[in-house]
């Protein structure tokens, strides 16, 4: 009998520690890489400085076309809306914790609780005092719409409504590439002339930016060099993005062993 408690006991033990030791790998495998960038995005005041940049240059860009459009259209901005608009880093820090990672994104999405960015409320507040239409073009899924309308109406955003949120169904799927947003874009070229274009990933500007095979995107950038800062403007976001995918073989679900070994090989040296 007592043997039997013993082995029992032994058992339970192993299994505990298995259990402990394989949540420990968990807890610091997958996201360790976000800790710099998140820091960074959080309280790096060149963070601020870039994202008031960024918003500033748009002001200019919007008077200048309000001041110079010929079109006699109503005249829209379009941006996107994560790491755009609205501030997702706090479910950031979630993935690097695995806390309630469970949940995931659309338990942080649900709780409608992203603030705004720097100079974003301000942008779009101006904008529409101009009589300029905002347009959000996102890859939030359509069941994510009401949750979106509530979280940007409850940071203040104008134009928080139904006809001015795109979200990733409608047109993407036409192009056969479902994160497009160039069926989307057309979409509100039917009714309006986009004067200027907001986001943090190239994706959000045009289609041309969407093939990073080749130098991971830079050739495109290179060839539309002079819309930057004039047509297209780029917030910072070193915690995600499409420019993650060639630098990972386009390849999905890697440990972060895996990911720190293709980084390592990719970096330039002296
Ligand atoms: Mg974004």
């Given at each position: 009998m007592k043997l039997t408690v013993y082995l029992a006991l032994l058992l339970s033990t192993t299994l505990l520690s298995c259990s402990s030791t394989k949540q420990t790998?968990?807890?610091t495998s997958h996201h360790d890489k976000l800790i710099m960038a998140v820091a960074w995005y959080q309280h790096s005041a060149e963070m601020t400085a870039l994202y008031h940049q960024g918003f500033n240059?748009?002001?200019?860009?919007?008077?200048?076309?309000v001041d110079t459009s010929q079109s006699g259209r109503k005249l829209a901005v379009v941006v996107d809306i994560d790491e755009t608009m609205l501030d997702n880093s706090p479910f950031e820090t979630t993935l690097i914790n695995n806390e309630d990672?469970?949940?995931?994104?659309?338990g942080w999405t649900a709780k409608a609780s992203a603030r705004a960015l720097p100079g974003a409320?301000?942008?779009?507040?101006?904008a529409q005092s101009k009589k300029v239409d905002i347009f959000y073009i996102t890859n939030r899924d359509d069941n994510e719409r009401t949750v979106t309308l509530k979280n940007l109406q409850n940071q203040g955003f104008p134009f928080a409504t139904e006809d001015h949120l795109l979200t990733k169904s409608d047109l993407s799927y036409t192009t056969g590439n479902t994160s497009s947003k160039t069926g989307r874009r057309a979409r509100v070229s039917e009714s309006h002339e986009i004067i200027l274009l907001i986001g943090d990933n190239l994706n959000d500007f045009s289609e041309v930016f969407e093939d990073r095979s080749v130098n991971n995107g830079k050739d495109a950038v290179l060839k539309n060099q002079a819309q930057f800062g004039q047509k297209f403007i780029v917030l910072p976001n070193p915690m995600y993005g499409a420019w993650e995918k060639p630098l990972f073989n386009y390849k999905d679900g890697l440990s972060d062993e895996e990911k720190t070994l293709l980084l390592k090989a990719k970096l330039i040296g002296e």
């Open positions: 790998t968990v807890a240059i748009a002001r200019q860009r919007l008077d200048q076309a990672f469970q949940k995931g994104w659309y409320l301000e942008f779009a507040t101006y």
